[in-house]
């Protein structure tokens, strides 16, 4: 049974560029969250989609954008990239009904 | 942002000690407590939850000690492990809200064979 995957698992940009992350979900697991974890720090909440809509938004500007497809994986995209957008960026997937968040291993976006 | 408060930064323990990490909260709304053990180049994974309802949860070797008065959580490891060494996060969340996790800052762990 697959967990929570994501990719790519590294990747490095230049300030103002535009990238896209992407995770598909445990089996089972129709809710996708997005976090993102600078380095030695907690992991801070960007949003969730559920039924391809983001329910819930964390605070993080709009430039942070998602979208979860049919078979519940789901993308990350960020626009104008800035340096401090560097850091680990994790989906969480889960049963709408419990809290219990499966994490994948992250991607780390690295911006120069 | 930061919701919940996490001590120590850091932790060094011998073998077989038990290793102490205390988390405090500030939202009375929050009902899920959860602690997240995360290995270098891994995601976080759950350990141990609780909710408010009970003041303490254990589970093996890993106990969540609850004080809802004070609003405060802490994690015990008793009999600790060098492969207990790993960087441990506290989080609470709404039980309707419980997407929006909020983490602590997160406890380095090092237990010394």
């Known amino acids: 049974d697959a967990g929570v995957t994501q990719s790519p698992t590294h990747l490095i940009k230049t300030r103002g560029q535009q990238v896209t992350l992407r995770c598909s979900p445990k089996s089972g697991h129709d809710t996708v969250s997005w976090y993102q974890q600078a380095l030695g720090q907690g992991p801070q909440f960007i949003f969730q989609y559920y039924e391809e809509e983001e329910r819930q938004r964390g605070n993080f500007p709009d430039r942070f954008s998602g979208h979860q497809f049919p078979n519940y994986s789901s993308e990350l995209n960020v626009n104008a990239l800035l340096l401090g957008d560097s850091a680990l960026y994790l989906c969480a997937s889960s049963p709408m009904r419990f809290s219990t968040l499966h994490f994948g291993n992250g991607t780390r976006l690295t911006v120069t | 942002q930061q919701q919940v408060k996490q001590s120590p930064q850091s932790l060094i323990v011998q073998k077989g000690g038990i290793s102490i990490i205390n988390c405090a909260y500030e939202n009375t709304a929050f009902d899920y407590f959860p602690w997240y053990q995360q290995f270098p180049g891994k995601g976080p994974a759950l350990l141990i939850a609780i909710r408010p309802d009970v003041s303490e949860k254990k589970e093996g070797r890993f106990t969540i000690s609850f004080n809802k008065s004070a609003k405060q959580f802490s994690l015990h490891i008793m009999d600790s492990q060098p492969g207990d060494s790993a960087t441990y996060f506290c989080?609470?969340?709404?039980?309707?809200?419980?997407?929006?996790?909020?983490f602590g800052a997160g406890t380095r762990l090092t237990v010394k064979p």
């Open positions: 989080a609470a969340s709404g039980d309707y809200n419980n997407n929006d996790m909020r």
